[in-house]
């Protein structure tokens, strides 16, 4: 069975692309090409009050202007719902996840050094009565998804 390699760059479109996001954009994309890979783009749509209006199209009209062309349709976070709400629905039947009240200063606060970054040792939840098996607050966020979620 082969693989394709897949690269992604993933922007909030918060406004126009900054300098260290274009340098993120271009390994990632020189570095799915030089595998002879995909590279994705996934904007970053779901925090409203920080989305610029038309900011998304000036993100990809920049990647066009330096070269950068990316494999099949631009995947937009926000028109996702539907599918993050049936991935969270499977989770609950099976019991793994819970509503977490720390905060997302308590969870950095907490989180341990791991070989990719910070990793969250579920210590913070511990006063919960859910078994320890379930999913700790690394899923925290679903306290911000519409009441509807939950």
């Known amino acids: 069975m082969s693989s394709v390699y897949r690269g992604r760059f993933a922007p909030s479109p918060t406004g126009p692309l900054h300098f260290g996001s274009l340098i993120a954009a271009v390994a990632s994309y020189l570095d799915a090409k030089s595998r002879g890979g995909e590279w994705l783009v996934r904007i970053e749509d779901l925090d409203p009050p920080r989305v610029a209006r038309g900011a998304a199209d000036d993100i990809l009209r920049t990647l066009e202007a330096c070269g950068m062309q990316w494999d099949g349709a631009i ?76």
């Not at 989180?111 to 210590?123: D, N």
């Open 75 to 150: 995947v937009y976070q926000s028109t996702r719902f539907d599918a993050y709400h049936s991935a969270l629905h499977r989770l609950r039947q099976r019991g793994v996840i819970y509503p977490c009240a720390c905060s997302r200063r308590e969870i950095a606060d907490s989180a341990l050094a791991g070989i990719e970054g910070p990793v969250y040792p579920g210590t913070r939840c511990a006063r919960t009565s859910k078994p320890r098996s379930a999913i700790s607050c690394c899923i925290a966020p679903i306290r911000c998804l519409p009441t509807s979620w939950r």
